[in-house]
């Protein structure tokens, strides 16, 4: 079985390519959604995110304070450092665990927000970058979080820059009108299935 990676940066469609894949009956582990899991039921986490910014930072009803950490780490290099070294190690046991059930498949998928920035990249087969123009993944974010222009900027200038991400791609979809993404995809789960390297 082949562990394949995928990112992009924030609008560029890379739940949209995810979930072609799974149409064509490929497994996909979400690594940003199980994370947002764990902070909530990882005793681990809970009690590293209390130690790092206090008992507050969980709301009455046990839930995280999402916007509260945001706002802490969003700026905080150092901050957002430790958060993802407290949280990434125990989502990558995760996805050990969840990758041995479906060891018996051709290949499955590892989605994540940042997979080049934690290195995690090299413990795949291949890895795909989803890029998009700037602008078009702005619009996208507006439109999908409800939120502004400014706002998306500075998310943006937050994440590595698309052209640090390409060198360690191994392929790349580009996700925009310009570009038709099942035809890529569809040659992809062929090599994939067929361990060429192809494009």
Known sequence: MKKIGITGGIGSGKTTVCNIF??????????????????ETNNYIRSGLKEL???????????????K????????VASRNKVNKLVHPVVKENFLDWAD????????????????????????????LVTAEEDIRIQRVIKRDQ????????????????????????FIIHN????????????LDKIFRNNGKTW
Not at 57 to 67: F, N, S
Not at 109 to 127: H, P, V
Request: charged share 30%; no cysteine; proline share 2%.
């Open 176 to 187: 925009d009108e310009k570009h038709l993404i099942i035809p890529k995809i569809l040659k």
């Open 22 to 39: 799974k149409v064509l009956g490929v497994s996909v582990f979400h690594a940003d959604e199980v994370a947002r899991n764990l902070q």
């Open 101 to 128: 059930k479906h060891k018996t498949e051709d290949y499955i998928i590892y989605e994540a927000a940042i997979l080049f920035e934690t290195g995690y990249y090299k413990d795949f087969d291949y890895n795909i």
């Open 147 to 170: 939120t502004n222009r400014e706002a998306v900027i500075e998310r943006i200038k937050n994440q590595m820059p698309d052209h640090d991400k390409i060198s360690l791609a191994d």
């Open 69 to 76: 950490l945001a706002a802490l780490i969003f700026n905080d």
């Open 53 to 67: 910014f206090g008992e507050t930072i969980y709301l009455t009803d046990g839930k995280l304070d999402r916007k």
